[in-house]
Protein backbone atom coordinates (compact mmCIF):
# COMPACT_ATOMS: atom_id res chain seq x y z
CA UNK A 1 0.00 0.00 0.00
CA UNK A 2 1.41 3.49 -1.07
CA UNK A 3 1.13 6.23 1.36
CA UNK A 4 -1.27 8.64 -0.76
CA UNK A 5 0.30 12.43 0.86
CA UNK A 6 3.79 12.62 -0.25
CA UNK A 7 4.02 16.30 0.71
CA UNK A 8 3.06 15.42 4.20
CA UNK A 9 5.54 12.80 4.23
CA UNK A 10 8.81 15.26 2.77
CA UNK A 11 7.27 17.52 5.31
CA UNK A 12 7.67 15.29 8.44
CA UNK A 13 11.28 14.20 6.67
CA UNK A 14 11.88 17.71 7.29
CA UNK A 15 10.98 17.98 10.89
CA UNK A 16 7.22 19.33 10.51
CA UNK A 17 4.08 18.06 10.67
CA UNK A 18 0.32 19.69 10.11
CA UNK A 19 -2.52 18.41 11.21
CA UNK A 20 -6.28 20.24 11.92
CA UNK A 21 -8.90 20.20 14.57
CA UNK A 22 -10.70 16.42 14.73
CA UNK A 23 -14.05 15.88 16.96
CA UNK A 24 -14.34 15.96 20.29
CA UNK A 25 -13.14 12.84 22.15
CA UNK A 26 -14.39 10.47 24.99
CA UNK A 27 -13.10 12.22 28.47
CA UNK A 28 -11.06 9.72 29.53
CA UNK A 29 -9.11 11.04 26.49
CA UNK A 30 -9.39 14.92 26.82
CA UNK A 31 -6.16 15.62 28.53
CA UNK A 32 -4.36 13.99 25.32
CA UNK A 33 -6.56 15.67 23.14
CA UNK A 34 -6.13 19.04 24.34
CA UNK A 35 -2.48 18.38 23.82
CA UNK A 36 -2.93 18.40 20.05
CA UNK A 37 -6.16 19.45 19.02
CA UNK A 38 -5.77 23.62 17.51
CA UNK A 39 -7.80 25.19 14.96
CA UNK A 40 -4.89 26.19 12.89
CA UNK A 41 -2.20 24.59 11.82
CA UNK A 42 1.22 24.08 13.63
CA UNK A 43 4.61 22.15 13.75
CA UNK A 44 4.43 19.38 15.74
CA UNK A 45 8.19 19.13 16.57
CA UNK A 46 10.30 20.92 18.89
CA UNK A 47 13.16 21.62 17.11
CA UNK A 48 15.23 20.09 19.60
CA UNK A 49 13.72 16.76 19.58
CA UNK A 50 12.95 13.81 17.33
CA UNK A 51 9.84 13.90 18.99
CA UNK A 52 6.00 15.70 18.59
CA UNK A 53 5.85 18.32 21.18
CA UNK A 54 2.47 16.85 22.45
CA UNK A 55 4.61 13.22 23.25
CA UNK A 56 7.29 15.41 24.62
CA UNK A 57 5.09 17.58 26.85
CA UNK A 58 3.34 14.18 28.09
CA UNK A 59 6.45 13.17 28.52
CA UNK A 60 7.48 15.47 30.74
CA UNK A 61 4.49 15.68 32.74
CA UNK A 62 4.67 11.83 33.56
CA UNK A 63 8.69 13.18 34.64
CA UNK A 64 10.01 10.22 32.31
CA UNK A 65 13.19 11.28 30.14
CA UNK A 66 13.23 11.05 26.50
CA UNK A 67 16.23 8.50 27.09
CA UNK A 68 14.15 6.11 28.39
CA UNK A 69 11.53 6.01 25.54
CA UNK A 70 11.70 4.54 21.98
CA UNK A 71 9.03 5.61 19.18
CA UNK A 72 8.81 4.10 15.58
CA UNK A 73 6.01 5.54 13.20
CA UNK A 74 6.09 4.48 9.68
CA UNK A 75 3.51 4.33 6.67
CA UNK A 76 3.33 0.40 5.25
CA UNK A 77 3.81 1.86 2.04
CA UNK A 78 7.45 4.04 2.84
CA UNK A 79 10.82 2.86 2.71
CA UNK A 80 11.16 5.53 6.08
CA UNK A 81 10.01 6.07 9.23
CA UNK A 82 8.23 9.25 9.84
CA UNK A 83 8.94 8.94 13.66
CA UNK A 84 12.09 7.31 14.98
CA UNK A 85 13.49 7.90 18.29
CA UNK A 86 16.05 5.67 20.14
CA UNK A 87 14.58 3.05 17.44
CA UNK A 88 17.96 0.88 17.95
CA UNK A 89 18.00 0.41 21.56
CA UNK A 90 17.35 -3.03 23.19
CA UNK A 91 14.33 -2.40 25.18
CA UNK A 92 12.15 -5.11 27.11
CA UNK A 93 9.13 -5.02 25.10
CA UNK A 94 6.83 -6.57 28.15
CA UNK A 95 3.88 -8.34 25.83
CA UNK A 96 4.46 -7.03 22.88
CA UNK A 97 6.87 -10.01 22.18
CA UNK A 98 4.12 -12.14 21.43
CA UNK A 99 4.27 -10.42 18.18
CA UNK A 100 7.25 -12.25 17.24
CA UNK A 101 5.46 -16.21 18.48
CA UNK A 102 2.45 -15.63 16.81
CA UNK A 103 3.49 -14.00 13.34
CA UNK A 104 6.02 -17.02 13.22
CA UNK A 105 3.92 -19.69 14.27
CA UNK A 106 1.43 -18.34 11.53
CA UNK A 107 4.22 -18.58 8.84
CA UNK A 108 6.00 -21.57 10.19
CA UNK A 109 2.92 -23.61 10.89
CA UNK A 110 0.07 -22.58 9.00
CA UNK A 111 -3.04 -20.19 9.74
CA UNK A 112 -4.81 -23.79 9.63
CA UNK A 113 -2.46 -25.60 11.89
CA UNK A 114 -3.58 -27.88 14.55
CA UNK A 115 -3.04 -29.58 17.83
CA UNK A 116 -4.07 -32.87 18.19
CA UNK A 117 -4.94 -35.17 21.46
CA UNK A 118 -4.72 -38.53 20.93
CA UNK A 119 -6.37 -41.29 22.95
CA UNK A 120 -5.08 -44.91 23.14
CA UNK A 121 -5.99 -47.99 24.96
CA UNK A 122 -3.72 -51.40 25.82
CA UNK A 123 -5.89 -53.32 22.88
CA UNK A 124 -9.28 -52.95 21.01
CA UNK A 125 -12.13 -52.42 23.93
CA UNK A 126 -14.64 -55.47 24.22
CA UNK A 127 -17.95 -54.65 24.94
CA UNK A 128 -17.28 -51.32 25.73
CA UNK A 129 -14.79 -51.76 28.08
CA UNK A 130 -11.03 -51.11 28.18
CA UNK A 131 -8.16 -51.71 30.73
CA UNK A 132 -5.83 -48.14 30.85
CA UNK A 133 -6.50 -45.65 28.59
CA UNK A 134 -3.63 -43.08 27.69
CA UNK A 135 -4.05 -39.46 26.97
CA UNK A 136 -1.66 -37.94 24.85
CA UNK A 137 -0.81 -34.41 24.50
CA UNK A 138 0.75 -32.05 22.04
CA UNK A 139 0.50 -28.66 23.58
CA UNK A 140 -2.99 -27.37 22.57
CA UNK A 141 -3.47 -24.42 24.17
CA UNK A 142 -7.29 -24.66 24.05
CA UNK A 143 -8.35 -27.90 25.41
CA UNK A 144 -10.86 -25.92 27.88
CA UNK A 145 -13.05 -27.84 29.39
CA UNK A 146 -15.97 -27.39 26.82
CA UNK A 147 -13.42 -28.64 24.75
CA UNK A 148 -12.51 -31.96 27.10
CA UNK A 149 -16.07 -32.36 27.88
CA UNK A 150 -16.35 -33.26 23.78
CA UNK A 151 -13.47 -35.10 23.39
CA UNK A 152 -14.96 -37.46 26.31
CA UNK A 153 -18.24 -37.26 24.67
CA UNK A 154 -16.62 -38.27 21.89
CA UNK A 155 -15.38 -41.17 23.64
CA UNK A 156 -18.23 -42.35 25.07
CA UNK A 157 -20.20 -42.63 22.20
CA UNK A 158 -17.41 -44.40 20.54
CA UNK A 159 -18.83 -47.06 22.49
CA UNK A 160 -15.81 -46.53 25.49
CA UNK A 161 -18.22 -46.86 28.83
CA UNK A 162 -16.15 -48.91 31.37
CA UNK A 163 -11.99 -48.57 32.05
CA UNK A 164 -11.15 -51.05 34.55
CA UNK A 165 -7.09 -49.85 34.62
CA UNK A 166 -6.14 -46.13 35.03
CA UNK A 167 -5.78 -42.95 33.47
CA UNK A 168 -2.26 -42.43 32.11
CA UNK A 169 -1.29 -38.82 31.06
CA UNK A 170 1.58 -38.47 28.37
CA UNK A 171 3.07 -34.91 28.43
CA UNK A 172 5.99 -35.89 27.09
CA UNK A 173 6.02 -33.52 24.10
CA UNK A 174 7.57 -30.86 26.38
CA UNK A 175 10.03 -30.26 28.57
CA UNK A 176 8.96 -30.14 31.94
CA UNK A 177 9.75 -26.57 33.15
CA UNK A 178 8.97 -25.86 37.27
CA UNK A 179 6.52 -23.48 38.11
CA UNK A 180 8.25 -19.51 38.91
CA UNK A 181 7.56 -17.22 41.07
CA UNK A 182 7.82 -14.45 38.69
CA UNK A 183 5.59 -11.63 40.50
CA UNK A 184 5.36 -12.64 43.89
CA UNK A 185 1.34 -14.80 42.61
CA UNK A 186 2.68 -17.72 41.93
CA UNK A 187 -0.71 -19.23 41.93
CA UNK A 188 -2.38 -16.62 39.20
CA UNK A 189 -3.48 -18.01 36.65
CA UNK A 190 -1.23 -16.37 33.89
CA UNK A 191 2.20 -17.90 35.87
CA UNK A 192 1.04 -21.59 34.73
CA UNK A 193 4.62 -22.98 32.60
CA UNK A 194 3.96 -24.98 29.28
CA UNK A 195 2.20 -28.36 30.11
CA UNK A 196 2.06 -30.74 26.77
CA UNK A 197 -1.62 -31.94 28.32
CA UNK A 198 -2.98 -28.71 29.58
CA UNK A 199 -6.46 -29.21 30.42
CA UNK A 200 -8.60 -25.90 31.04
CA UNK A 201 -5.66 -23.44 30.98
CA UNK A 202 -4.47 -25.86 34.04
CA UNK A 203 -6.05 -23.42 35.63
CA UNK A 204 -8.99 -23.70 38.59
CA UNK A 205 -12.20 -20.85 38.32
CA UNK A 206 -13.29 -19.90 41.99
CA UNK A 207 -16.87 -18.05 42.34
CA UNK A 208 -16.95 -15.60 44.86
CA UNK A 209 -20.53 -14.91 45.93
CA UNK A 210 -21.80 -12.29 48.93
CA UNK A 211 -25.01 -14.14 50.85
CA UNK A 212 -27.75 -11.85 50.00
CA UNK A 213 -28.80 -11.71 53.34
CA UNK A 214 -27.41 -8.52 54.39
CA UNK A 215 -27.26 -9.36 57.80
CA UNK A 216 -25.21 -12.64 56.89
CA UNK A 217 -21.47 -11.58 56.52
CA UNK A 218 -20.66 -14.72 55.07
CA UNK A 219 -18.42 -14.77 51.51
CA UNK A 220 -19.19 -18.06 49.93
CA UNK A 221 -16.64 -19.36 47.68
CA UNK A 222 -16.89 -22.30 45.02
CA UNK A 223 -14.92 -24.15 42.11
CA UNK A 224 -17.17 -23.51 38.68
CA UNK A 225 -14.25 -26.17 37.64
CA UNK A 226 -14.41 -29.89 38.66
CA UNK A 227 -11.53 -30.46 41.21
CA UNK A 228 -10.01 -31.94 43.89
CA UNK A 229 -8.86 -28.95 45.26
CA UNK A 230 -10.51 -28.75 49.13
CA UNK A 231 -10.90 -24.69 49.90
CA UNK A 232 -10.22 -23.45 53.69
CA UNK A 233 -12.47 -20.29 53.25
CA UNK A 234 -10.91 -17.48 56.04
CA UNK A 235 -12.32 -14.13 54.28
CA UNK A 236 -14.51 -11.51 55.42
CA UNK A 237 -16.80 -8.85 53.98
CA UNK A 238 -15.70 -5.31 53.17
CA UNK A 239 -17.51 -2.41 52.90
CA UNK A 240 -16.56 0.05 50.19
CA UNK A 241 -15.80 0.27 46.68
CA UNK A 242 -14.61 -2.88 44.87
CA UNK A 243 -11.36 -1.63 43.41
CA UNK A 244 -8.69 -3.93 43.03
CA UNK A 245 -10.30 -6.67 45.14
CA UNK A 246 -7.55 -9.76 44.12
CA UNK A 247 -4.90 -8.07 45.75
CA UNK A 248 -6.87 -7.98 49.37
CA UNK A 249 -6.65 -11.90 48.91
CA UNK A 250 -3.80 -13.64 50.64
CA UNK A 251 -4.00 -17.43 49.17
CA UNK A 252 -1.45 -19.90 50.23
CA UNK A 253 -1.90 -23.47 48.39
CA UNK A 254 -0.42 -26.87 50.27
CA UNK A 255 0.07 -29.83 48.83
CA UNK A 256 -0.14 -32.97 51.27
CA UNK A 257 0.50 -36.69 48.91
CA UNK A 258 -2.55 -36.24 45.92
CA UNK A 259 -4.56 -33.69 48.23
CA UNK A 260 -3.94 -30.30 47.73
CA UNK A 261 -5.79 -27.81 50.43
CA UNK A 262 -5.76 -23.96 49.42
CA UNK A 263 -6.09 -21.58 52.40
CA UNK A 264 -7.79 -18.26 51.22
CA UNK A 265 -7.89 -15.45 53.67
CA UNK A 266 -8.23 -11.38 53.45
CA UNK A 267 -10.94 -8.97 52.79
CA UNK A 268 -13.70 -9.17 49.87
CA UNK A 269 -15.83 -5.81 49.54
CA UNK A 270 -19.54 -6.36 49.13
CA UNK A 271 -19.68 -3.68 46.80
CA UNK A 272 -17.67 -6.53 44.00
CA UNK A 273 -21.00 -8.67 44.09
CA UNK A 274 -20.27 -11.88 42.08
CA UNK A 275 -16.86 -12.52 40.56
CA UNK A 276 -14.75 -15.19 39.47
CA UNK A 277 -10.73 -15.84 40.48
CA UNK A 278 -8.40 -18.33 38.12
CA UNK A 279 -6.02 -20.05 40.16
CA UNK A 280 -3.73 -22.77 39.21
CA UNK A 281 -3.46 -24.40 42.82
CA UNK A 282 -3.19 -27.79 41.92
CA UNK A 283 -0.30 -30.58 39.59
CA UNK A 284 -1.32 -31.20 36.07
CA UNK A 285 -2.58 -35.09 37.06
CA UNK A 286 -4.72 -33.60 40.29
CA UNK A 287 -6.40 -30.75 37.55
CA UNK A 288 -6.60 -33.32 34.73
CA UNK A 289 -7.90 -36.24 37.25
CA UNK A 290 -10.26 -33.83 38.87
CA UNK A 291 -12.24 -32.98 35.99
CA UNK A 292 -11.92 -36.55 33.99
CA UNK A 293 -13.29 -38.30 36.92
CA UNK A 294 -16.33 -35.84 37.19
CA UNK A 295 -17.02 -35.35 33.48
CA UNK A 296 -17.05 -39.35 32.61
CA UNK A 297 -18.78 -40.30 36.17
CA UNK A 298 -21.49 -37.34 34.89
CA UNK A 299 -21.83 -39.41 31.52
CA UNK A 300 -22.41 -42.84 32.98
CA UNK A 301 -19.01 -44.08 32.18
CA UNK A 302 -16.80 -46.10 35.27
CA UNK A 303 -13.56 -45.51 36.70
CA UNK A 304 -12.31 -46.86 39.65
CA UNK A 305 -8.35 -46.52 38.53
CA UNK A 306 -5.72 -44.22 39.29
CA UNK A 307 -4.62 -41.16 37.84
CA UNK A 308 -0.46 -41.24 36.65
CA UNK A 309 2.13 -40.31 34.69
CA UNK A 310 3.41 -42.11 32.09
CA UNK A 311 3.45 -42.85 28.17
CA UNK A 312 1.10 -44.83 25.71
CA UNK A 313 1.90 -48.74 24.78
CA UNK A 314 4.33 -49.05 21.89
CA UNK A 315 1.38 -51.39 20.03
CA UNK A 316 -1.22 -49.24 21.54
CA UNK A 317 -5.23 -49.07 19.77
CA UNK A 318 -5.75 -45.69 18.90
CA UNK A 319 -9.36 -45.12 20.08
CA UNK A 320 -9.64 -40.90 19.16
CA UNK A 321 -7.53 -38.35 17.73
CA UNK A 322 -8.95 -34.86 18.74
CA UNK A 323 -7.99 -31.40 17.23
CA UNK A 324 -7.86 -28.14 18.87
CA UNK A 325 -9.26 -25.07 16.52
CA UNK A 326 -6.82 -23.82 14.19
CA UNK A 327 -3.77 -21.76 14.94
CA UNK A 328 -5.41 -18.54 13.53
CA UNK A 329 -7.97 -18.93 16.37
CA UNK A 330 -5.14 -19.32 18.32
CA UNK A 331 -3.27 -16.53 17.92
CA UNK A 332 -6.31 -13.84 18.03
CA UNK A 333 -6.63 -15.31 21.66
CA UNK A 334 -3.04 -14.53 22.88
CA UNK A 335 -3.10 -11.09 20.81
CA UNK A 336 -6.17 -9.87 21.92
CA UNK A 337 -6.22 -10.38 25.50
CA UNK A 338 -2.69 -10.97 25.80
CA UNK A 339 -2.87 -14.63 27.01
CA UNK A 340 0.40 -15.30 28.56
CA UNK A 341 -0.44 -19.46 28.88
CA UNK A 342 -1.33 -20.11 25.13
CA UNK A 343 1.74 -17.85 24.50
CA UNK A 344 4.01 -20.19 25.79
CA UNK A 345 2.18 -23.03 24.64
CA UNK A 346 2.98 -22.07 21.14
CA UNK A 347 6.63 -20.89 21.92
CA UNK A 348 7.53 -24.75 22.69
CA UNK A 349 5.32 -26.23 19.77
CA UNK A 350 7.84 -24.25 17.53
CA UNK A 351 10.62 -25.94 19.37
CA UNK A 352 9.24 -29.78 19.23
CA UNK A 353 9.83 -31.61 15.88
CA UNK A 354 7.89 -35.04 15.61
CA UNK A 355 10.76 -36.76 17.08
CA UNK A 356 12.00 -34.56 19.79
CA UNK A 357 10.48 -32.42 22.96
CA UNK A 358 9.87 -28.57 22.70
CA UNK A 359 11.99 -26.64 24.70
CA UNK A 360 12.59 -22.80 25.28
CA UNK A 361 16.02 -23.31 23.49
CA UNK A 362 14.45 -24.65 20.63
CA UNK A 363 11.67 -22.62 20.17
CA UNK A 364 13.52 -19.36 20.07
CA UNK A 365 16.72 -21.08 17.82
CA UNK A 366 13.63 -22.07 15.27
CA UNK A 367 11.90 -18.88 15.55
CA UNK A 368 15.24 -16.68 14.77
CA UNK A 369 15.74 -18.73 11.98
CA UNK A 370 12.48 -17.98 10.42
CA UNK A 371 12.88 -14.19 11.09
CA UNK A 372 16.25 -14.76 9.01
CA UNK A 373 15.16 -16.17 6.02
CA UNK A 374 12.75 -13.31 5.71
CA UNK A 375 15.84 -10.95 5.87
CA UNK A 376 14.82 -9.96 9.52
CA UNK A 377 18.08 -10.07 11.58
CA UNK A 378 17.78 -8.78 14.95
CA UNK A 379 20.97 -9.40 16.64
CA UNK A 380 19.43 -7.56 20.28
CA UNK A 381 16.85 -10.00 20.36
CA UNK A 382 16.03 -12.10 23.30
CA UNK A 383 12.93 -14.04 23.48
CA UNK A 384 12.86 -16.27 27.03
CA UNK A 385 9.62 -17.96 26.80
CA UNK A 386 7.16 -16.06 23.97
CA UNK A 387 5.40 -14.44 26.73
CA UNK A 388 5.58 -11.05 28.29
CA UNK A 389 6.57 -12.58 31.30
CA UNK A 390 10.31 -11.87 31.33
CA UNK A 391 12.77 -9.74 33.04
CA UNK A 392 15.27 -11.02 30.33
CA UNK A 393 13.36 -10.38 27.43
CA UNK A 394 14.67 -7.61 24.74
CA UNK A 395 14.25 -6.10 21.43
CA UNK A 396 14.54 -2.75 19.68
CA UNK A 397 11.67 -0.39 18.61
CA UNK A 398 13.48 -0.87 14.65
CA UNK A 399 13.21 -4.48 14.99
CA UNK A 400 9.06 -4.56 16.11
CA UNK A 401 8.47 -1.95 13.11
CA UNK A 402 10.87 -4.25 10.91
CA UNK A 403 8.04 -6.84 11.96
CA UNK A 404 5.18 -5.03 11.54
CA UNK A 405 6.63 -3.93 8.31
CA UNK A 406 7.12 -7.59 7.13
CA UNK A 407 4.01 -8.85 8.39
CA UNK A 408 1.85 -6.05 6.21
CA UNK A 409 3.22 -7.65 3.15
CA UNK A 410 2.46 -11.33 4.09
CA UNK A 411 0.11 -13.65 3.21
CA UNK A 412 -0.93 -14.50 6.87
CA UNK A 413 -1.52 -10.55 7.09
CA UNK A 414 -5.39 -10.55 7.67
CA UNK A 415 -4.87 -13.09 9.99
CA UNK A 416 -2.31 -11.49 12.28
CA UNK A 417 -3.75 -8.23 11.57
CA UNK A 418 -7.09 -9.39 13.00
CA UNK A 419 -5.40 -10.61 15.96
CA UNK A 420 -4.48 -7.18 17.25
CA UNK A 421 -6.55 -5.63 19.89
CA UNK A 422 -8.83 -2.56 18.36
CA UNK A 423 -8.43 0.53 20.01
CA UNK A 424 -11.76 1.23 22.08
CA UNK A 425 -13.19 -1.87 20.98
CA UNK A 426 -12.25 -5.09 22.05
CA UNK A 427 -9.38 -6.67 23.89
CA UNK A 428 -6.68 -5.37 25.94
CA UNK A 429 -7.30 -1.86 24.43
CA UNK A 430 -11.32 -1.96 25.09
CA UNK A 431 -11.04 0.63 27.45
CA UNK A 432 -8.84 2.85 25.77
CA UNK A 433 -9.60 5.95 23.50
CA UNK A 434 -13.40 5.37 23.37
CA UNK A 435 -15.55 7.32 20.88
CA UNK A 436 -11.98 9.36 19.75
CA UNK A 437 -11.14 9.60 15.98
CA UNK A 438 -8.35 6.34 16.86
CA UNK A 439 -11.70 4.54 18.13
CA UNK A 440 -11.88 1.54 15.85
CA UNK A 441 -8.91 2.80 13.90
CA UNK A 442 -5.85 1.54 15.58
CA UNK A 443 -4.88 -2.51 16.39
CA UNK A 444 -2.27 -2.37 18.83
CA UNK A 445 -1.02 -5.01 20.79
CA UNK A 446 0.11 -4.15 24.53
CA UNK A 447 2.23 -4.88 27.17
CA UNK A 448 2.65 -3.55 30.88
CA UNK A 449 5.07 -4.91 33.62
CA UNK A 450 6.57 -2.99 36.66
CA UNK A 451 8.83 -0.15 35.26
CA UNK A 452 7.37 -1.44 31.56
CA UNK A 453 4.90 -0.22 29.15
CA UNK A 454 4.82 -0.18 25.83
CA UNK A 455 2.39 -0.78 22.11
CA UNK A 456 2.95 -1.63 18.83
CA UNK A 457 0.52 -2.11 15.96
CA UNK A 458 -0.78 -0.21 13.23
CA UNK A 459 -3.36 3.26 12.98
CA UNK A 460 -5.06 4.33 10.04
CA UNK A 461 -4.97 7.76 9.45
CA UNK A 462 -8.23 10.15 7.88
CA UNK A 463 -8.02 8.85 5.07
CA UNK A 464 -7.58 5.72 5.32
CA UNK A 465 -3.52 4.87 5.01
CA UNK A 466 -2.42 2.83 7.57
CA UNK A 467 0.93 3.51 9.53
CA UNK A 468 2.89 1.42 11.98
CA UNK A 469 3.29 2.47 15.91
CA UNK A 470 5.80 1.16 18.14
CA UNK A 471 5.96 3.02 21.26
CA UNK A 472 8.38 1.35 24.41
CA UNK A 473 8.90 2.91 27.63
CA UNK A 474 11.52 1.41 30.39
CA UNK A 475 11.64 3.53 33.05
CA UNK A 476 9.98 3.51 36.92
CA UNK A 477 7.26 5.81 35.96
CA UNK A 478 6.45 4.03 32.74
CA UNK A 479 2.71 3.53 34.16
CA UNK A 480 2.40 7.27 33.53
CA UNK A 481 3.35 6.69 29.76
CA UNK A 482 -0.13 6.10 28.48
CA UNK A 483 -1.49 9.20 28.10
CA UNK A 484 1.24 10.27 26.19
CA UNK A 485 0.63 6.54 24.02
CA UNK A 486 -2.93 8.07 23.53
CA UNK A 487 -1.42 11.55 22.08
CA UNK A 488 0.10 9.56 19.63
CA UNK A 489 -2.47 7.16 18.41
CA UNK A 490 -4.53 10.50 18.44
CA UNK A 491 -2.34 12.49 15.77
CA UNK A 492 -2.25 9.53 13.69
CA UNK A 493 -5.72 9.33 13.39
CA UNK A 494 -6.17 13.10 12.92
Known sequence: MQYNSLASVLLCYAGCFFVSLYSPVAAADKRAANAIADAKPFNAFKAESSLPYFVT?????????????????????ASRPLISHNADVAMNPASVIKLFPTYAGLGLLGVNYTWNTRVWSDEPPEEGRVHNIYVQGSGDPKLN????????????????KNISGDLVLDRGRFVRQR???????????????????????????????????????????????????RIENNVGLSKGRCGYWKNKLKLNA???????????????????????????????????????????????????????????????????????????EIVYDINKYSNNVMARQLFLTLGAGKRHQGSLGKGSSRLKDWLASRGLNFPELVIENGSGLSRKARASAASVNRLLIDAWSSKVMPEFLASLPLAGVDGTMRRRLRGSSA???????????????????????????????????????????????????????S
Open 145 to 160: LEQFWLMLRRLKINGI
Open 179 to 229: QRNFDGNPLRAYNKMPDALLVSYGAQNLIFKPQEEEEDEELKISTLTPTLL
Open 254 to 328: MRTGQHTRLEISGKYPRACGERILNLVALSGNQQVGGIFRDLWKSMGGTFKGKIRSGGKPRNGHLLLNWYSPPLS
Open 439 to 493: SGRARIKTGTLTGVKTMAGYAMDRNGNYVTVVFMVNHRKASAAEEAMNALLLWIA
Open 57 to 77: DALEKARIPEEKVAIVVQPVG
